[in-house]
């Protein structure tokens, strides 16, 4: 998640528009008359989590290769923002460039089609095609002209970006939630088959599992004079006495923009989390510990970031170290202090998962019967076929016997029996005294 200085500009009216994108400082320059359009690798900068995030950041990257975009990129406030006016400025970015995001675009329409596609025919296959919900893939861009980036795809863009942006931490909680409540729902589960005198001792290993979790230093309260202070000391090697907020700053801007970011921001906690959880003990989750250092963050930003931009300036970490909270000596309470589900909840969601449990094994047994009925239907096909084949085969030999007496000779006899000689039809016997003798031939004996 870490950010040039121009996109810090930028995220500083942005809300926060790219959250995690890198690129390099920018400089004001001289303008070329034909700027290379050269190809544009797979981006540098950090994946920030949206479904179009290659697509956002590969046209951040090309707007910031033209030196015009890239000065009001660097000037723009939240106002030219909200009222498209940095989108506007599109209309003066090279043609070269303008042309690259044109190819970008059709890519990206493609890369949706295909996305939609599969999302339809899966769902559509399922029963349970949300139209609408598909339709929002595309918000982030005007997909009624597929083929060339305009300025309504970059205002699209910007908005989209700034909309889905705000709302990925709760996001992130909601998912986290879900794992939780699936985690402990699995494990009541478990309980269920076990026998009486097993579920009594894996009862009582989850509880010392519990308590050796919650047996931990004092975590310190993110942000505050003590916890930068145990930084300073054992991660930066230097006297805690010596603490001085201007040099923390600069020392932990390790992209040297001048803020620190969310990823700058979250490497501070480490110290703190590492006196919770460790990789190795069954007790300790890991996806606790991320879900920890999100909280901290949050904690961080919504007392120092007073113009919500989610980056801390120098003047705003100054600003919050001289407050009456920085001395903050109260312990923060980590995640198993706070519950993040209710009984209540919990209870909603097994009935959530009966209810989709439910669902799938009607679906199942549908389907099952559907299987069926086909494997019946292809039984009695293939009967037909079978009946059929021997018909023809009997109607070939039928014709084959019928060709064969039909190209007989005439002359032809058969073996069967002896000729009988042929009588004209209307010939009579002859009478005995014209019956043949046999005559003697002249000069034979």
């Not at 909309?163 to 909680?173: G, M, S």
């Not at 879900?178 to 076990?194: A, D, G, N, S």
């Not at 589900?341 to 009966?354: D, F, G, I, V, W």
């Not at 069967?416 to 009588?423: C, I």
Request: glycine share 2%; net charge negative.
């Amino acid at each position: 998640m870490v950010r040039s200085k121009a996109l810090a500009h930028c995220g500083l009216v942005l809300l926060s528009l790219w959250l995690c994108i890198h690129s390099v400082p920018i400089g004001v320059e001289k303008a070329k008359d034909k700027p290379e359009a050269d190809k544009l690798d797979p981006p540098k900068s950090a994946d920030t989590g949206l479904h179009y995030d290659r697509y956002l950041r590969e046209v951040i990257e090309y707007l910031e290769k033209d030196s015009h975009f890239r000065e009001k990129l660097k000037n723009a406030n939240l106002d030219d923002i909200k009222q498209g006016k940095l989108a506007k400025e599109l209309d003066f970015v090279h043609h070269n460039f303008r042309t690259k995001l044109d190819e970008l675009k059709r890519e990206e329409m493609n890369r949706l089609r295909m996305l939609i596609k599969a999302k339809h025919d899966l769902k559509e296959e399922n029963g349970n095609m949300d139209h609408q919900a598909l339709l929002k893939q595309f918000e982030h861009l005007n997909h009624m002209n597929p083929h060339t980036f305009e300025v309504d795809d970059l205002d699209r863009l910007i908005q989209s970006a700034t909309k889905d942006l705000e709302n990925y931490d709760q996001k992130h909680h909601d998912e986290f939630k879900r794992y939780e409540m699936m985690k402990e729902h699995e494990r009541r589960e478990r309980l269920k088959k076990m026998s009486e005198e097993d579920r009594k001792k894996e009862e009582q290993h989850y509880e010392e599992m519990k308590k050796k979790h919650a047996n931990h230093p004092k975590v310190n309260h993110p942000g505050s004079q003590d916890q930068l202070k145990e930084v300073w000391h054992e991660a930066d090697g230097l006297d805690p006495e010596d603490f001085d907020p201007k040099t923390f700053f600069k020392m932990h801007d390790t992209n040297g923009d001048g803020f620190l970011d969310e990823n700058e921001l979250e490497a501070l906690f480490t110290k703190e989390l590492e006196k919770v959880y460790d990789p190795k003990n069954e007790e300790d989750d890991m996806v606790e510990m991320e879900e920890e250092r999100l909280r901290m963050r949050e904690h961080v930003m919504n007392e120092v970031d007073t113009n919500k931009d989610r980056l801390v300036s120098m003047s705003e970490f100054i600003a919050a170290t001289k407050r009456e909270d920085f001395l903050q000596k109260e312990e923060w309470e980590t995640l198993d202090q706070n519950p993040f589900y209710t009984e209540e909840e919990l209870r909603e969601y097994e009935q959530q998962l009966a209810n989709e449990e439910k669902y799938l094994n009607h679906r199942s047994t549908e389907l099952q019967k559907q299987r069926e009925e086909l494997e019946k239907k292809q039984e009695e096909l293939n009967a037909q076929k079978v009946e059929l084949k021997q018909a023809m085969e009997e109607m070939e030999r039928i014709k084959t016997q019928t060709v064969k007496a039909e190209v007989k000779q005439p002359g032809e006899h058969s073996t069967e029996s002896p000729q009988t000689p042929v009588v004209p039809a209307h010939s009579q016997p002859l009478p005995p005294a014209h019956q043949q003798h046999h005559v003697p031939v002249p000069g034979h004996s």
